[in-house]
């Protein structure tokens, strides 16, 4: 007797195809991160040290260039620039631990910050202080997320950081 094969059928073929595809999709996106067509510039300067130089002009651009995210409902863009804390909540403590306070970069929507403490030290802050990020966006009707705020533990792609009171936080 002839051994037979379970027949696939086109159902099963198409989401295996989109299965594949999706994998392939997000492959290509890892690899080639950032995206040099749709990550826009960063808003501050970058010094030799790997520390940001902010100006006032580079501040206003990472504000538009926030709301323009906001508004076309991007998602994985990173944006590096300054910020005002304007609220400290507390610690996300489900999987992997997150500080999360918000901040509020001129011209842009608020944004919330989650901060992976699992990976990178936690920022002492309060209220009404200034930090500098480095992190990806993604979209969220209350303004957006800025996450990834600290090295990639696997090496694989740019890492963020934040900036508080001349202390880096990767």
């Not at 999706?22 to 501050?44: I, L």
């Not at 990806?136 to 508080?164: A, C, M």
Request: with cysteine; hydrophobic share 30%; net charge positive.
């Amino acid at each position: 007797m002839a051994a037979t094969h379970p027949r696939i059928s086109k159902k099963h073929l198409a989401l295996l195809g989109l299965v594949a595809a999706t994998y392939f999709a997000c492959e290509r996106t890892r690899s080639s991160f950032p995206p040099s067509e749709s990550t826009p510039t960063t808003s501050s300067s970058t010094q030799s040290s790997g520390t940001p130089a902010t100006t006032q002009a580079a501040s206003d651009d990472v504000g538009r260039r926030i709301r323009e995210a906001f508004e076309q409902k991007r998602m994985g863009v990173m944006f590096e620039g300054e910020a005002r804390v304007t609220k400290v909540l507390p610690d996300d403590n489900k999987g992997s631990r997150h500080q999360r306070f918000l901040i509020q970069v001129e011209g842009a929507p608020s944004l919330l910050v989650a901060h992976n403490i699992d990976l990178a030290p936690r920022v002492p802050l309060k209220r009404g202080d200034t930090i500098q990020f480095r992190g990806q966006y993604e979209y969220n009707d209350k303004g957006g997320v800025i996450h990834w705020t600290h090295h990639d533990p696997r090496g694989r792609r740019p890492g963020g950081w934040l900036r508080h009171e001349g202390q880096d936080y990767r």
